[in-house]
């Protein structure tokens, strides 16, 4: 991975049709990412239902986070000021490599060269554990997905289930690989994995003086943080160490405490199909004898300001992170995470990522075509991010990002021509007489499957027509009928 503003991209990484390709020739992750998708969608839409406010709760979530961006000034001096006043220590990070620093620094004052974390996508966002490596400090991932994705060496799929795209089996030779004291005897089965993954980590867990988390939400009014888990190695992240530094993305923070009433109806139920969290970890602050002793807020900005100034784009940065619309979106089911070059896939990703990032590199340029624009994402997106919007904005953007680089030049071109041709009776009637036959040589027979050269990239998913035998204008006239005026039958 290489630093930047905005999310990291990793290595390697190419624009999303590409590395589409590639995902979509990997049978059997599709076969895995088809039944679980399927698997939680079902889920949700079980809880969803015995909700008749659904739709109201849905409405106030978006009402609540509207409110926050708009006066997020206010409620981020006011959040510091709960904070401070709770007796943690607040930290103001403009980009990846500011907030890396601040958190090196924090762990390297305590001595320590390993230290736990919670699962958190704002630290993956930055590239800390690998910041952190190079620095001789070993980040320790304890959520079980996210162990998986680290020992293995891999990148996280999915928002909420990061090793989405591994299976049993592929997960038991990780741990037989990588994890120390593993038995031979040990099976695929679900149990003696969590089992395994357990005793490895209550080591872990017993040693670490440090820890660093994320946080679901920040409340101003109180200066709480809060934590939704399924776990409970977030508690043991957040109860045991004597440093706990908690990196935030600025858009985390909520006015109120009551707030947080809707959002752990609306979360749960759109991550996972659950009522409610088997884990919430609420804490303000310090309190002696109980928790760390020395807590430190890093609140992240990271493009999140760049997104805030689009109108239409800022939206996004009402997400709570529940992954709903990755579990709706036919073409993340396809293809899986890997494909969108960053730690945010899916729909939010396809929006989000190249707001935060910008539009100069071809990846995040064509994450915005990563989409059917079906809706589906908006209908289930708990806080109503009108994602479709988002993505013909973001198109408009990228088309314009092009045209002023000199970009497809020869599209342009065409469509000028084409353009010409159409504001012309005579010309229009002229392209006819050349193009039908053309096409009628270009054509099998049931159509067009492949055009040549720049034509090819229409053709890769979409076929044309098989071209009629004769235009509509010569059918006419053939008929014998009156002269045809164009204008006339407008």
Same mark, same amino acid.
């Given at each position: 991975?290489?630093?930047?503003?905005?999310?990291?991209?990793?290595?390697?990484?190419?624009?999303?049709?590409?590395?589409?390709?590639?995902?979509?020739?990997? *049978? &059997?992750?599709?076969?895995?990412?088809?039944?679980?998708?399927?698997?939680?969608?079902?889920?949700?839409?079980?809880?969803?239902?015995?909700?008749?406010?659904?739709?109201?709760?849905?409405?106030?979530?978006?009402?609540?986070?509207?409110?926050?961006?708009?006066?997020?000034?206010?409620?981020?001096?006011?959040?510091?000021?709960?904070?401070?006043?709770?007796?943690?220590?607040?930290?103001?990070?403009?980009?990846? +490599?500011?907030?890396?620093?601040?958190?090196?620094?924090?762990?390297?004052?305590?001595?320590?060269?390993?230290?736990?974390?919670?699962?958190?996508?704002?630290? *993956?966002?930055?590239?800390?554990?690998?910041?952190?490596?190079?620095?001789?400090?070993?980040?320790?991932?304890?959520?079980?997905?996210?162990?998986?994705?680290?020992?293995?060496?891999?990148?996280?799929?999915?928002?909420?289930?990061?090793?989405?795209?591994?299976?049993?089996?592929?997960?038991?030779?990780?741990?037989?690989?990588?994890?120390?004291?593993?038995?031979?005897?040990?099976?695929?089965?679900?149990?003696?994995?969590?089992?395994?993954?357990?005793?490895?980590?209550?080591?872990?867990?017993?040693?670490?003086?440090?820890?660093?988390?994320?946080?679901?939400?920040?409340?101003?009014?109180?200066?709480?943080?809060?934590?939704?888990?399924?776990?409970?190695?977030?508690?043991?992240?957040?109860?045991?160490? &004597?440093?706990?530094?908690?990196?935030?993305?600025?858009?985390?923070?909520?006015?109120?405490?009551?707030?947080?009433?809707?959002?752990?109806?609306?979360?749960?139920?759109?991550?996972?199909?659950?009522?409610?969290?088997?884990?919430?970890?609420?804490?303000?602050?310090?309190?002696?004898?109980?928790?760390?002793?020395?807590?430190?807020?890093?609140?992240?900005?990271?493009?999140?300001?760049?997104?805030?100034?689009?109108?239409?784009?800022?939206?996004?940065?009402?997400?709570?992170?529940?992954?709903?619309?990755?579990?709706?979106?036919?073409?993340?089911?396809?293809?899986?995470?890997?494909?969108?070059?960053?730690?945010?896939?899916?729909?939010?990703?396809?929006?989000?990522?190249?707001?935060?990032?910008?539009?100069?590199?071809?990846?995040?340029?064509?994450?915005?075509?990563?989409?059917?624009?079906?809706?589906?994402?908006?209908?289930?997106?708990?806080?109503?991010?009108?994602?479709?919007?988002?993505?013909?904005?973001?198109?408009?953007? *990228?088309?314009?990002?092009?045209?002023?680089?000199?970009?497809?030049?020869?599209?342009?071109?065409?469509?000028?021509?084409?353009?010409?041709?159409?504001?012309?009776?005579?010309?229009?009637?002229?392209?006819?007489?050349?193009?039908?036959?053309?096409?009628?040589?270009?054509?099998?027979? +049931?159509?067009?499957?492949?055009?040549?050269?720049?034509?090819?990239?229409?053709?890769?998913?979409?076929?044309?027509?098989?071209?009629?035998?004769?235009?509509?204008?010569?059918?006419?006239? &053939?008929?014998?009928? +009156?002269?045809?005026?164009?204008?006339?039958?407008?």
């Amino acid at each position: 991975m290489s630093a930047a503003t905005g999310p990291v991209v990793w290595a390697g990484s190419k624009p999303f049709p590409k590395a589409a390709r590639t995902q979509l020739a990997k *049978a &059997e992750q599709r076969a895995t990412l088809n039944r679980v998708t399927h698997q939680i969608r079902r889920k949700r839409a079980a809880v969803v239902a015995e909700r008749d406010d659904w739709e109201e709760l849905r409405r106030a979530g978006e009402q609540i986070k509207n409110r926050v961006l708009r006066h997020l000034d206010t409620y981020l001096e006011q959040a510091e000021r709960s904070l401070v006043a709770a007796g943690v220590t607040v930290h103001w990070a403009s980009d990846a +490599d500011h907030a890396n620093r601040i958190v090196h620094a924090l762990v390297k004052e305590t001595g320590e060269t390993e230290i736990v974390k919670i699962k958190s996508m704002v630290t *993956a966002e930055i590239g800390l554990n690998e910041f952190l490596a190079k620095r001789g400090i070993t980040a320790v991932e304890t959520d079980l997905a996210e162990l998986i994705v680290q020992m293995a060496d891999d990148l996280p799929s999915h928002i909420v289930v990061p090793a989405i795209h591994r299976n049993r089996r592929e997960i038991r030779d990780i741990f037989a690989e990588h994890m120390p004291g593993v038995p031979s005897t040990l099976t695929d089965e679900p149990r003696d994995l969590a089992g395994q993954a357990r005793r490895h980590l209550r080591k872990k867990f017993l040693r670490a003086k440090v820890a660093v988390s994320g946080a679901n939400f920040v409340v101003a009014e109180t200066g709480t943080l809060c934590i939704v888990e399924s776990e409970g190695n977030g508690r043991m992240c957040l109860t045991l160490p &004597e440093r706990l530094i908690s990196v935030v993305g600025i858009e985390k923070v909520i006015s109120t405490f009551a707030d947080l009433e809707v959002f752990l109806q609306l979360l749960p139920r759109s991550s996972t199909g659950e009522r409610m969290n088997p884990y919430t970890s609420l804490w303000t602050g310090v309190t002696p004898g109980d928790g760390p002793a020395d807590l430190h807020v890093v609140f992240l900005d990271n493009g999140r300001t760049q997104a805030l100034a689009d109108p239409v784009g800022r939206q996004a940065l009402r997400c709570i992170r529940c992954s709903a619309c990755l579990n709706s979106c036919p073409v993340y089911e396809r293809t899986g995470g890997h494909a969108y070059g960053s730690v945010y896939p899916g729909p939010i990703g396809a929006i989000l990522t190249p707001q935060l990032r910008g539009m100069d590199d071809a990846v995040d340029r064509a994450l915005p075509f990563a989409s059917s624009l079906c809706g589906a994402c908006y209908e289930v997106c708990p806080v109503r991010i009108n994602i479709p919007e988002v993505l013909t904005h973001l198109r408009a953007r *990228a088309v314009e990002h092009d045209r002023e680089h000199g970009r497809h030049r020869l599209e342009r071109m065409v469509f000028r021509a084409v353009a010409n041709g159409f504001d012309d009776d005579e010309r229009y009637a002229r392209g006819l007489s050349l193009g039908l036959p053309l096409a009628h040589r270009l054509a099998g027979r +049931d159509g067009i499957h492949r055009l040549p050269f720049a034509g090819a990239g229409w053709t890769q998913s979409r076929d044309v027509l098989q071209p009629p035998s004769q235009s509509f204008r010569a059918w006419w006239a &053939e008929q014998g009928l +009156d002269a045809f005026d164009g204008e006339a039958a407008r």
